[in-house]
């Protein structure tokens, strides 16, 4: 079981990465993107090709993945296609039938629902990090000012030390 102080602690060493708050938000927007899209099963291999491709770090890459987890994965899934059938105006297709379940008539009854799911999945992927981006960057952006505050009154930071 996971307890509040892990979270507070991973969310620290988030919080506290030594880059700045644009690349932090940046990979955390990248890892809110792979979370919502339509690569499931591979969501881990995404994170760890886009640390290694685009030089950013693991832990914020990972942490925005982790929007998608067993938790969030139905809502997620459920989003996912509301949003592809909205986008593409594709009536309710017919449900599945378990009457008949050869691999070629299974194929022919989830075909539907293939390219709702890409497309939902895409959408909700670039909302998911254009949303994240800025509030992530807020987010960091207030959390340093305040520890540097307080680090400040403290004593432990020389004062116009600048944590961007």
């Known amino acids: 079981m996971v307890s509040l102080a892990q979270v507070r602690a991973y969310l620290g060493q988030v919080l506290h990465l030594r880059e700045s708050p644009?690349?932090?938000?940046?990979?955390?927007?990248?890892?809110?993107?792979?979370?919502?899209?339509?690569?499931y099963g591979m969501h881990t291999l995404s994170v760890i090709f886009c640390t290694?491709?685009?030089r950013l770090n693991f832990i914020a890459v990972m942490t925005g993945s982790l929007i998608n987890?067993?938790?969030t994965v139905?809502?997620?899934?459920?989003?996912?296609?509301?949003?592809?059938?909205w986008l593409?105006?594709?009536?309710?297709?017919?449900?599945?039938?378990?009457?008949?379940?050869?691999?070629?008539?299974?194929?022919?009854?989830?075909?539907?629902?293939?390219?709702?799911?890409?497309?939902?999945?895409?959408?909700?992927s670039f909302f998911s990090a254009l949303v994240s981006y800025p509030a992530v960057y807020w987010f960091i952006l207030q959390y340093r000012t305040r520890a540097a505050r307080q680090q400040v009154g403290e004593g432990r930071l020389p004062p116009g030390t600048s944590l961007r």
């Open 69 to 71: 987890n067993p938790w």
């Open 88 to 124: 593409l105006g594709t009536p309710q297709v017919a449900s599945l039938t378990w009457h008949d379940l050869g691999l070629e008539s299974l194929y022919r009854q989830i075909l539907p629902y293939a390219l709702p799911f890409l497309v939902g999945g895409i959408v909700l």
């Open 22 to 39: 644009h690349r932090t938000a940046l990979a955390f927007a990248l890892g809110a993107f792979i979370a919502f899209s339509p690569t």
């Open 52 to 54: 290694w491709a685009f």
């Open 74 to 85: 139905v809502p997620i899934l459920g989003a996912t296609f509301w949003t592809g059938f």
